[in-house]
């Protein structure tokens, strides 16, 4: 987070005249008494001279509760504590410890292997394995930014040494990393589930079959590419090789079926199953595989604690600048300039997609949820669409925010992983975010897409 919001800031000859100028403009607004609106000033004040997301929303939430003396200043700290205490919250470190040891214990390397036997043989192989090694994967880490730095360090060499173009390999990479958060598990829908007071169960659920037709028109993108540029088949269709790496990977693909199954066939609470993914993930790395030392173990919950107290500080912060919102009644007033559009869903739903991929592109993911989801979610019911499937549709774009400057977390990620510039990474990611929008607008129009599964299996 610290690298990201440098770079931003340097790269911008403007931004001292911004911040001088959302200086002045906070100043102007203190004086007159707009606090709601200093509140917002003061946040992107913060963010543009690179203050973490954290602070900068606990920050400017603080200025504002101090300058209108209407509580005390107790109440901040009350409740960015109540903001994280949520039972369902717990998920998040398990599902960060699990897929760190995944990524350290060589589960990653054999569900790569097993993906490039069944996959490789198709014109651009290394492309469609790719998106295959992220679909399974996804069914364990439940983070973008997690398959992008494990997978993406393994998929990125092969593709290189098998002669692709590097803003290829790494455009495909940041894309199919997307996928993770929509297939269960996912940390992104723990959040909303929490925020909307919606079964994490039922968004679990929902998030199967979009994240499955995601990987499915990245593929076809892949297939008109690799005609496009001449890219050939990487293996050839072998029974044997595909047997063998199954056997080598069957214990690691038994991952997401312990996961996504236990939870949708209620053996597991989200949370149950993100501790069961932990034990699975040692006992595979540590006396199965054996490639999980004591020394990768500590580096591994170093990493953990480092990642889970950065989303808990994020969602703390979030949840007092939410609380603001709520209390001055924002989504009412969100609801009334939108009154017009009312009686039309399709309307509001193309209004809310605009909305949330221009904030993806300049907010954290879980800073957004918890920040956008009492705006926009009375918004959405309001307008008939149903929680679970307005979850799906806010990951999503959020997703899609990953891989947009000037934030564009993954892209940053796969630039330090692959070595080549942070231009040349977006550049290469441009093509796949045609078939990322169509997903979006499929699921977006088409409820039945996210709702079919969760219907099915909870009602």
């Known amino acids: 987070m610290k690298d990201m919001m440098l770079t931003v800031r340097r790269g911008s000859r403007v931004a001292p005249l911004i911040v ?8 102007a607004l203190a004086i007159s008494g707009q606090y709601l609106s200093l509140l917002f000033a003061m946040l992107f004040t913060m963010l543009v001279c690179g203050v973490p997301i954290a602070i900068s929303l606990a920050g400017s939430c603080l200025i504002y509760v101090v300058l209108t003396g209407r509580v005390p200043d107790v109440v901040v700290v009350h409740r960015m504590v109540n903001g994280i ?7 998040i470190p398990f599902f960060i410890l699990a897929g760190n040891l995944m990524n350290n214990g060589g589960i990653t390397t054999r569900i790569f292997d097993f993906a490039k036997a069944l996959m490789g043989w198709m014109r651009g192989g290394l492309g469609h394995v790719n998106v295959g090694a992220s679909i399974v994967f996804s069914g364990m880490s439940g983070a973008a930014v997690a398959d992008a730095g494990g997978l993406g360090t393994i998929e990125i060499k092969a593709m290189r040494d098998a002669g692709y173009d ?6 495909i990479t940041a894309a199919s990393s997307t996928i993770g958060p929509i297939i269960p598990p996912s940390l992104p829908m723990v959040i909303y589930g929490v925020m909307a007071s919606v079964s994490v169960g039922q968004l679990f659920a929902a998030g199967l079959v979009p994240g499955l037709l995601m990987g499915i028109t990245l593929m076809v993108m892949i297939f008109l590419l690799a005609r496009r540029r001449g890219y050939q088949r990487d293996a050839r269709f072998s029974i044997k090789a595909i047997g063998t790496s199954f056997s ?8 997401p079926v312990l996961i996504v199954g236990g939870i ?15 034990v699975y993930a040692l006992v595979l790395g540590g006396l199965v595989y054996r490639t999980l030392t004591w020394r990768r173990l500590l580096k591994v919950s170093m990493e953990t604690i480092e990642t889970t107290a950065v989303i808990l500080f994020i969602v703390a912060g979030a949840s007092i600048f939410a609380w603001i919102l709520t ?3 924002v989504a009412q007033h969100v609801m009334s300039l939108l009154g017009p559009f009312q009686d039309n869903p399709i309307a509001i739903l193309l209004i809310i997609n605009l909305v949330l991929i221009v904030v993806g592109c300049f907010m954290e993911t879980i800073a957004a949820i918890t920040i956008l989801v009492p705006v926009l979610l009375p918004v959405a019911v309001a307008s008939g669409v149903d929680p679970v ?4 549709i806010m990951v999503l774009n959020l997703m899609i925010g990953l891989l947009t400057p000037p934030v564009g977390m993954v ?8 070595g080549i510039s942070f231009e040349r990474c977006m550049s290469g990611t441009l093509p796949f975010l045609v078939p990322l929008v169509a997903a979006l607008l499929l699921v977006t129009f088409i409820p039945a897409i996210s709702l079919w599964l969760p219907t099915l299996v909870y009602r």
């Open 389 to 392: 499937h307005f979850g799906v």
């Open 264 to 278: 949708i066939t209620g053996a597991f609470t989200p949370t149950e199953a993100a501790i069961a993914a932990v």
């Open 248 to 255: 080598r990977a069957f214990l690691s693909l038994l991952t």
């Open 411 to 418: 892209l940053y990620v796969l630039s330090r992983v692959s």
């Open 327 to 329: 209390s001055n009644q």
């Open 166 to 171: 590097e803003e290829f390999s790494v455009g």
């Open 85 to 91: 205490d949520s039972f369902p919250l717990l998920a």
């Open 20 to 27: 001088g100028l959302a200086l002045a403009g906070c100043v």
